[in-house]
């Protein structure tokens, strides 16, 4: 009689069992140029989000200046006016008050002969 022993088939890792594979498979794995290259390509891409934003900020700076002169244009424009304005009233004070009233036109009364 032969002597037998069981043996489950989750114990046998690598020795021949029927309708097996005898070979092993191992797990690919990314060589280092490809990680290399994956690296540089990921940091390429957010130096180019990172510009981006950079770019669109300076963009915001060139928008708000130019608010800020237009701001500074119109308030020396309503400066003028406001002088304006005052001696458009003042002359308009000067004609109706009794001063002016009691005063003389100008006439020319001649000119200085040679």
Known sequence: MRNQTYVSRRETTASFVRN???VRVSKRSLGSI??????????????????????KATSFDYEISAVE????DLSARRDELAVEKARLTSVAAAKNSTVAAAMEDA???GYVAD
């Open 69 to 72: 002169s237009e701001i500074s």
């Open 34 to 55: 490809s990680q290399i290259v994956i690296v540089s390509m990921l940091t390429l891409v957010f130096g180019l989000i990172y510009v981006a934003e950079g770019t």
């Open 20 to 22: 097996r594979n005898t």
């Open 107 to 109: 006439t020319v009364t």
